[in-house]
């Protein structure tokens, strides 16, 4: 189990995005300073840090189960693909997926898995895993996944407030009885010395649902900030999640909200030649909730979606789980016909702050 820790230190000379640093423990207490704080990272970028969130530990024992799934030979880790059809939960091989409209492969393996399977286990939900994964499912995944829950359900509820929406609006959408494509996801990248610094790993990207709760080992995360014309990297800071808001939430909130788009490059100068490894709980919809602007709900988000560029935006016509199918699927390169493969798996990109970015273009209501 190469490359969990003793990187090289993140350089100091590469341009990065300074995120807005969030107290979890202030949050939840109701600092309105804090608050504050954190509205102003989830409208203006998207993304913040989050520090004091209590979940360390967890997520230490959650990379050593990434780490000891993905020892496992590839053919075995190949039995839990996750398939062609858009369904994410299990195992996804590098190369499975496009990184661009050119088709080019991505480079990281990873493997997935749904919140309703860790909470249900022994029940089987969804599907089945490696039994590395089940082996951890009790004491290392079911845990990791109720404090990631409890953490994005918290912060949640401070955008409900914030969006004025009638208390719980938000945290209904997301219910706990309710399935959904809320998962796990620890991420692998090799080094990949023929690929260059601007070379995607993971391709840009919104986030397919409504909150990521992500920990980086080492730099490779790249944000497109509004505005900045350019890629920047995130620089992982110890103990703090990196934390930022996905489509679903953008589309609620009427683009109140932004989803920012990122991608993942190789990690910068000596940490390139290190094995990357990245953890994310994506909070997602319950599967069969209508995606759309909450306008009827809240003055300030119907405010939002009449002063829009392009209000349709916002009513997309698909639920989460048909949203997040078309996503996953067209990316996979086994789906693959040409360009509009590629386009068909876009989000709420926003094509004003992507100038210059081939990929990033809108996406069209439905594919
Ligand atoms: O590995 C990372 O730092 C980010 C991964 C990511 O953006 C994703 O899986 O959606
Ligand atoms: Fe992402």
Known sequence: ???????????DDVPTVPLLVI??????????????KLWEAATKLGFWYLKNHGAEEDTEQMFRMGAETMDLPLEEKLKFEQGDTGFSFGYKAAGANAVDETG????????NVAKDDALAHPTVVHRTYPSTVVARMENTIKPFTLKAVEINETVLDVFNDKLELPKGTLKAKHSFEGHSCSESRCIKKLPTPEMTPEQAALGAHTDFGSLSFLTNKCGGLQVYPPGWNGWYYVKPLPGHA???????????????????????????????????WSLVFFTRPANDIELRALTDESPAIAAAVAAAPDPAKWHPGQTAQEWYFRRTRNQRVNNRTGPETWLASRGTEHVDDTVGLESAKPVAAAA
């Open 1 to 11: 189990m190469s490359g969990l820790t003793d990187y090289p230190p993140f350089p």
């Open 242 to 276: 990196i934390c930022n808001v996905g489509d679903a939430l953008a589309v609620f909130s009427g683009g109140i909200l932004r989803s920012n788009m990122h991608r993942v490059v190789s990690p910068p100068k000596e940490q390139a030649a290190f094995t990357r």
């Open 23 to 36: 107290d979890y423990q202030l949050i939840k207490s109701g600092d309105q300073a804090e608050i504050d």
């Open 104 to 111: 080019r492969k991505d480079s990281v393996e990873f493997i």
